[in-house]
């Protein structure tokens, strides 16, 4: 069974850093491109970074430099470093695993971990 485990979420001033990781179980990590999305109350989910498997990356225009995805094989973790965190980054953030081969399409995601940027 596949599980993708975030963590790292929680409540930070406006201005200040979080580091989001996911953990998966069930696949290997290093075959997959791996992804962060987000969602906001009343809003669709989006992309916030994707990191592909040979690790060419990919973020939403939001990010303007302050988000860093990364994945670690060897662990088979990936991350997501925020940085200069505004209120409008609020959102429950999730983690996405995609798989495409011979046309088939294998996607996973995680619970999700709420970020929560506030004074």
């Known amino acids: 069974q596949v599980q993708l485990v975030e963590t790292g979420g929680g409540l930070v001033q406006p201005g200040g850093s979080l580091r989001l990781s996911c953990a998966p179980s069930?696949?290997?990590?290093?075959?997959?491109?791996m992804g962060w999305y987000r969602q906001a109350p009343g809003k669709e989910r989006e992309l916030v970074a994707t990191?592909?498997?040979?690790?060419?990356?990919n973020y939403g225009d939001f990010v303007k430099g302050r988000f860093t995805i990364s994945r670690d094989n060897a662990k088979n973790l990936v991350h997501l470093q925020m940085n200069s965190l505004k209120p409008e980054d609020t959102a429950v953030y999730y983690c996405?695993?995609?798989?495409?081969?011979?046309?088939?399409?294998?996607?996973?995601w995680g619970q999700g971990t709420q970020v929560t940027v506030s004074s």
């Open positions: 069930g696949i290997i990590t290093s075959i997959y491109d």
């Open positions: 990191i592909t498997s040979d690790v060419s990356t």
């Open positions: 996405n695993a995609v798989k495409r081969r011979l046309g088939i399409v294998n996607s996973y």
